[in-house]
């Protein structure tokens, strides 16, 4: 029988203390700890530019031949201010 790989996935939130963290971690630990992020909400941001802040300073701490994944599940909302919010 094959052995199998045991892979932790940290969820984090998308704010700048874990971007921070996931830019220390070795490049050993970064190959066994392929974390969820899920976006926070915009400040004073519009919500393209707030997306665009995290992916960029995500591509800084984690690189961009490494696996991650996104938490889905908010999305922007459309019309009175821009928020994510659960989808229903």
Known sequence: MPKREIVYIPILKSKLGERWALSHL??????????????HQPGAKNLG???ESICESLQAAWGVDRRFYIDTICRASVGNG???RPLR
Request: glycine share 0%; charged share 30%.
């Open 26 to 39: 070795t490049t050993a630990r970064k190959a066994k700890l392929p974390p969820l992020l899920e976006f």
């Open 49 to 51: 530019e707030h997306v």
């Open 82 to 84: 821009e928020s994510l």
